[in-house]
Nanobody, 124 residues
């Protein structure tokens, strides 16, 4: 089992930056590929970014490319999502997820464990 707890969400003004954190406990964090997703009201959960176990490989959805950066600190069992130039369309609940199986993925079903989410609200 991997337990994930997101933090760092809040109410932001358009144009601001925000860093989300996801702290992991349980099974060895460094053995899990990690991803960030978000879900806006009335919409399906959307993949944003993923990072490999060692942190050397990252991949972004088009909606995140250029504004969001995923990173991880295996010594702290934490994965981060740095978000810049926020706009109201970024308003959503943001989730981190862990994949303990081999391989990588961008679909919700590709991940095995999920956090409870953290709300990000961006006002114009």
């Amino acid at each position: 089992q991997v337990q994930l707890v997101e933090s760092g969400g809040g109410l932001m003004q358009a144009g601001a930056s925000l860093r989300l954190s996801c702290a992991a406990s349980g099974r060895t964090f460094s053995n899990a590929a990690m991803g960030w997703f978000r879900q806006a009201p009335g919409k399906e959960r959307e993949f944003l970014a993923r990072i490999s176990r060692g942190g050397s490989s990252t991949y972004y959805a088009d909606s995140a490319k250029g504004r969001f950066t995923i990173s991880r600190d295996n010594a702290k069992n934490t994965v981060y999502l740095q978000m810049n130039s926020l706009n109201p369309e970024d308003t959503a609940v943001y989730y981190c997820a862990a994949r303990t199986r081999l391989g990588v993925g961008t679909r919700s079903e590709d991940y095995d464990f999920w956090g409870q989410g953290t709300q990000v609200t961006v006002s114009s």
